[in-house]
């Protein structure tokens, strides 16, 4: 079992930047490849990053490459979203993921979810 708690989201103004952190419980946290996924009103929850147990290999969306990196600390069980350059579209509801296995942009390949954590950006 893996619980997650997201932290570091708020209100930020259009440029600005976000550093969003997920702590995991759980011994095996670095065994699990781990997934950010974001979900704006009434639209569907959509992929944004992803990493590989190791933190070797990283994933994103196209809408957020080039100003978005996910990275992890498996010591302290933290994954990581930095968040550069924000636009009104980033704001949402940011999920923190984790799945066995290889890293995934479809969410429902992921096991275990955190409560989430908003992100808004005023323009």
């Known amino acids: 079992q893996v619980q997650l708690v997201e932290s570091g989201g708020g209100l930020v103004q259009a440029g600005g930047s976000l550093r969003l952190s997920c702590a995991a419980s759980?011994?095996?946290?670095?065994?699990?490849?781990m997934g950010w996924f974001r979900q704006a009103p009434r639209k569907e929850r959509e992929f944004v990053a992803a990493?590989?147990?190791?933190?070797?290999?990283?994933y994103y969306a196209d809408s957020v490459k080039g100003r978005f990196t996910i990275s992890r600390d498996n010591a302290k069980n933290t994954v990581y979203l930095q968040m550069n350059s924000l636009k009104p579209e980033d704001t949402a509801d940011y999920y923190c993921?984790?799945?066995?296995?290889?890293?995934?942009?479809?969410?429902?390949?992921?096991?275990?979810w955190g409560q989430g954590t908003q992100v808004t950006v005023s323009s």
């Open positions: 993921t984790a799945k066995n296995g290889l890293a995934a942009a479809r969410p429902q390949e992921y096991d275990y």
């Open positions: 990493i590989s147990w190791r933190g070797g290999s990283t």
């Open positions: 759980g011994r095996t946290f670095s065994s699990y490849a």
